[in-house]
């Protein structure tokens, strides 16, 4: 299970597995209850890259990010993570 602590949202942490490149069991800690457990069904399965490109730079409100966005940074992060865990290191 990966998590990711936000900035700048009601939420203040994301959870979630990622499985041959797609989420599961997406999960939100805080926030908007309703909005973000739709976000999490209608997540569950998607591509991770296809999940950044529909949600990357969402706004909610005057707030410079916003859930949505904040998953999606997330999601970014795991995968630079994942990557440099299959780089070998020094010999």
């Known amino acids: ?13 994301i959870r979630f597995d990622v499985q041959k490149g797609r989420v599961h069991s997406l999960s939100f800690e805080d926030g908007c209850d309703g909005n973000l457990k739709a976000v999490s069904i209608l997540s569950e399965g998607m591509k991770t890259e296809e999940l950044v490109k529909k949600l990357k730079g969402l706004r909610c409100g005057n707030k ?4 949505a966005d904040q998953l ?10 994942a990557e440099a865990a299959k780089k070998p290191g020094p010999p």
């Open 64 to 67: 410079k990010t916003s859930c």
């Open 1 to 13: 299970m990966f998590e990711y602590t936000t900035h700048g949202t009601c939420s203040t942490k």
């Open 72 to 81: 999606a940074q997330a999601l970014e992060r795991y995968g630079r993570e």
